[in-house]
């Protein structure tokens, strides 16, 4: 086969459709992409709130933790 033929597109598995899916959704691969990254940073911030840091100088882990209301267990 030479260079000049086209080749077959490969098949799309389920993460090839997510793509799709997800670039049809915002409009463009770059407002994909960016809307990727806001979730990923929203998803570490939440992480790094929900993990104990243990005593530190005394004090635990404050603010580490949202306040917890009456309505909260």
């Keep these: 086969m030479s260079?000049?033929?086209p080749q077959a597109a490969p098949e799309r598995d389920e993460l090839e459709w997510e793509l799709v899916?997800?670039?049809a959704e915002?409009?463009?691969e770059r407002a994909a992409l960016r809307a990727l990254l806001h979730d990923?940073?929203?998803l570490l911030?939440?992480?790094?709130?929900?993990?104990s840091r243990g005593f530190l100088r005394g004090v635990f882990?404050?603010?580490a933790r949202p306040v917890a209301?009456?309505?909260e267990p």
């Design 3 to 5: 260079s000049a033929e």
């Design 21 to 23: 899916e997800l670039v």
């Design 26 to 28: 915002h409009g463009s």
């Design 40 to 42: 990923f940073h929203v």
């Design 45 to 51: 911030a939440d992480a790094d709130r929900s993990v």
């Design 61 to 63: 882990s404050a603010g």
């Design 69 to 71: 209301t009456d309505d």
